[in-house]
């Protein structure tokens, strides 16, 4: 298909009416779609029902005797902490298992952070002027939820294709009243993209106008891979330390996409000092975490190499949802100028970047047409895309022939969305 934007004007009106009826008939068969959030599929969860019937046998105690029942042990079982910990890229001893919600710890230490300072801050996030954090857009929604929540400052720098522009976050980092970063450094949501070892010492190295300058690094999906190949990218905790920035990273990560999304554990990494003062912190909000819930995990996951088998059947399942959504697209937008997309080798999105001014009403036909897609805009802080261009897929949840009808529709929808933006254009440009 040639470019929407090289078309004569009267193959671009014939174009719009085609596609217009494609779509109609697409509407015609009452499908209800849903690819607005990436959750895991219920034949996913499937994987793991064998940790309802854990811990087996009566046997309720850790290796070193504790009775997981009851109270107590607020860093996390001695076993679980030191099952996750190559995951997270730290030693079992800076680790913490907490409950199933790795947003709630990454929460949890925002409002500690405002209330209470860090380690190495003058004061409570909350006692300066006018605290700020740098956001990679598109990025995380949740992320940009929580500082809108508390009313940090929100300031997006582009991705680059090897993570964020490391030279807006350099120079952004330099102004005190930037306390803190979001990143999600494998397979980040939604781009998908892998932050490359030189993005890594960046972060690491960067001198920070705010002495308690924390990177809230978000590992979601360390073991998320699509393809036989898996990605590593570099410990930015070995890297702060070599960098003399020791306490800078807070690594975040859950077994939500692992096991069962609502029953899984959460885990919190840092430097010493860090984890001292997260479990002071958290000592005020709980007597212990769910202790079962970690002899379950190890138990049925045991190690490192079966949370990768564990993971293999994953990726099983759902890169052929992955697959179905990019030939989609490559059918019916390659060539057209209506749109480019990420063929992510790892997470659970895909993004698209449509015509600049269509991602909104590209959400508002797909509505129409039975298919629910995140809101245009929720990938960037305060829901604000400046270009309205970014899409964020999430393929996961629907089965396999949902996907691919879902895709079509989709595709579909960018395309007309497109077509309708170029013709406005020509006709104001004749006005």
Same mark, same amino acid.
């Given at each position: 298909m040639?470019?929407?934007?090289d078309?004569?004007?009267p193959a671009?009106?014939a174009?719009?009416?085609s596609?217009?009826a494609?779509?109609?008939a697409f ?7 849903d690819m ?13 029902n ?14 070193a005797?504790?009775?997981?029942r009851n ?17 997270l890229?730290?030693p079992?001893?800076?680790v913490v298992v907490g409950?199933n ?9 925002i ?6 300072g !860090? ?7 909350s006692?300066e002027?006018s605290?700020?954090?740098i956001c990679?857009?598109?990025?995380y929604d949740?992320?940009?939820a929580?500082l809108?929540e508390?009313?940090?400052r929100?300031?997006?720098?582009a991705?680059?294709?090897h993570?964020p522009?490391?030279d807006?976050?350099?120079a952004?980092a330099?102004?005190?009243?930037v306390?803190g970063m979001w990143?999600?450094p494998?397979?980040?949501?939604? $781009?998908?993209e ?5 993005t890594?010492?960046?972060l690491a190295?960067?001198?920070a106008?705010?002495p308690d300058f924390?990177?809230?690094w978000d590992?979601?999906?360390?073991v998320?891979h699509? $393809?036989e190949?898996?990605?590593?990218v570099?410990n930015?905790?070995e ?12 690594v975040?990560?859950s077994?939500s996409?692992?096991?069962l999304?609502g029953?899984?554990?959460?885990f919190?990494?840092?430097s010493? =000092?860090? !984890?001292r003062?997260?479990l002071? +912190? ?8 769910d202790k079962?819930?970690?002899l379950r995990?190890v138990?049925?996951?045991?190690? !490192?190499?079966g949370?990768?088998?564990?993971m ?5 399942l759902?890169a052929?949802?992955f ?7 490559q ?6 100028g =209506?749109a ?5 080798e790892?997470?659970?999105f895909i993004?698209v970047?449509a ?5 909104a009403? !590209?959400v508002?036909l797909a509505?129409s047409?039975?298919?629910a897609?995140?809101p ?5 802080p305060?829901g ?11 393929? $996961?949840?629907?089965?396999?022939a949902?996907?691919?009808?879902a895709?079509e529709?989709?595709a579909l +929808?960018?395309?007309?969305a ?14």
């Amino acid at each position: 298909m040639s470019l929407i934007a090289d078309l004569p004007t009267p193959a671009l009106a014939a174009l719009r009416i085609s596609v217009q009826a494609r779509l109609d008939a697409f509407r015609a068969e009452g499908l209800k779609l849903d690819m607005t959030r990436g959750k895991p599929a219920p034949d996913q969860l499937d994987l793991s029902n064998a940790l309802l019937a854990l811990p087996g046998n009566g046997d309720y105690f850790s290796a070193a005797g504790e009775d997981a029942r009851n109270y107590g042990n607020l860093q996390g079982l001695k076993e679980a902490r030191a099952l996750f910990a190559p995951i997270l890229g730290a030693p079992p001893e800076d680790v913490v298992v907490g409950d199933n919600s790795s947003l709630a710890l990454m929460h949890d230490c925002i409002v500690y952070a405002l209330l209470k300072g !860090v380690p190495g801050s003058p004061r409570p996030w909350s006692k300066e002027a006018s605290p700020a954090f740098i956001c990679p857009a598109p990025g995380y929604d949740r992320h940009f939820a929580i500082l809108e929540e508390f009313g940090v400052r929100m300031l997006p720098v582009a991705m680059s294709g090897h993570g964020p522009d490391m030279d807006a976050v350099e120079a952004l980092a330099a102004d005190p009243s930037v306390k803190g970063m979001w990143c999600v450094p494998k397979y980040s949501n939604p $781009t998908g993209e892998i932050y490359s070892p030189e993005t890594v010492a960046r972060l690491a190295a960067m001198e920070a106008g705010a002495p308690d300058f924390r990177l809230f690094w978000d590992d979601a999906y360390s073991v998320h891979h699509l $393809t036989e190949l898996r990605h590593e990218v570099s410990n930015i905790l070995e890297a702060c330390e070599r960098a003399d920035h020791k306490d800078r990273t807070f690594v975040f990560a859950s077994t939500s996409k692992i096991t069962l999304a609502g029953a899984g554990l959460a885990f919190f990494a840092s430097s010493p =000092a860090n !984890v001292r003062w997260y479990l002071a +912190c958290a000592s005020k909000r709980s007597i212990g975490p769910d202790k079962l819930n970690q002899l379950r995990h190890v138990r049925f996951l045991r190690d !490192v190499a079966g949370v990768h088998r564990h993971m293999d059947a994953h990726r099983a399942l759902i890169a052929p949802k992955f697959a179905a959504v990019i030939k989609a697209l490559q059918r019916h937008l390659a060539g057209t100028g =209506a749109a480019r997309w990420t063929a992510p080798e790892g997470g659970y999105f895909i993004s698209v970047e449509a015509a600049p001014g269509t991602a909104a009403r !590209v959400v508002e036909l797909a509505k129409s047409a039975g298919v629910a897609l995140t809101p245009a805009g929720a990938t960037w802080p305060y829901g604000n895309d400046p270009n309205d261009s970014n899409l964020r897929l999430a393929p $996961t949840f629907p089965s396999l022939a949902e996907v691919r009808d879902a895709s079509e529709g989709i595709a579909l +929808c960018i395309l007309l969305a497109a077509i309708e933006a170029q013709s406005v254009q020509r006709a104001d440009s004749a006005a």
